[in-house]
């Protein structure tokens, strides 16, 4: 790994979540040469009233995969809890701790604070416990060393937010972040999800002044100047 180069790691609690929340960013990161990681919660096996469970967790890996290739991501890794989270356990601090400290991210997109998902809010929890446990000498069985994101970006889902702190203008990869979401057919074949990535994609544009389309970010985390890689 080389040590200059900028890593993102974004946690997602269902395999189309990143694609979704923060898709248009990370194609844009992708481009200016940023080393991306996925790690995926769970694997989604009960988003179908028709696919049982045990044939859809490894449809929608694939689906997986494949939109990340599209964004560029250099990387997915699936942890497998079982889909419809309520809590997180010590174990799953510590896998997440683990991967942070391998990873060693300069930025983490999770879910933002206020979703209205309790699987999503549960993921972005567990994912702000583990960073701030993983800058510590604690929890010595993840392995590595302490480290520290400069910047944790949380991302919109299911709830608008209702303030956010960066908008990232996305016209740019607007079009491949639907791609990637194109590539999760088991699910956008019941809910457009792709109309609805475009509609708040325009308004965010138009609202944040950016013109295009936009992506919003409520900023939960940041040190000094790590906010320059979305200056052009
Ligand atoms: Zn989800």
Not at 44 to 70: I, Q, Y
Not at 97 to 112: A, S
Not at 134 to 143: D, I, L, R, V
Request: proline letters at 4%.
């Amino acid at each position: 790994m080389n040590d200059r180069t900028k890593r993102v790691l974004s946690v997602g609690t269902h395999p189309d979540d990143i694609e979704i929340g923060c898709g248009g960013t990370e194609a844009l990161l992708a481009q200016r040469g940023f080393e991306i990681t996925h790690v995926i919660l769970t694997s989604g096996e009960a988003g179908s009233d028709r696919v049982p469970p045990w044939e859809l967790g490894p449809v929608r890996e694939r689906e997986a995969l494949e939109a990340a290739k599209v964004l560029g991501a250099a990387g997915v890794e699936f942890l497998r809890y079982p889909d419809g989270l309520t809590g997180f356990s010590r174990e799953m601090k510590v896998d997440i701790i683990r991967m942070v400290r391998r990873i060693r991210p300069h930025i983490v997109f999770v879910h933002e604070r206020g979703e209205s998902s309790l699987g999503h809010r549960v993921a972005g929890e567990l994912v702000l416990e583990a960073v701030q446990a993983g800058a510590g000498p604690w929890f010595q069985e993840a392995g590595g060393g302490p480290w520290s994101p400069d910047l944790i970006l949380g991302y919109e889902v299911w709830h608008p937010l209702g303030r956010y702190g960066l908008a990232v203008d996305i016209s740019a990869t607007l079009e491949t972040k639907l791609k990637a979401l194109a590539c999760h057919r088991s699910q956008t074949a019941a809910v457009r999800y792709d109309e609805a990535v475009r509609g708040l994609a325009r308004w965010r544009g138009v609202m944040s002044l950016s013109g295009g389309d936009a992506e919003v970010f409520e900023v939960i985390r940041v040190s000094q100047g790590a906010l320059s890689c979305f200056l052009t």
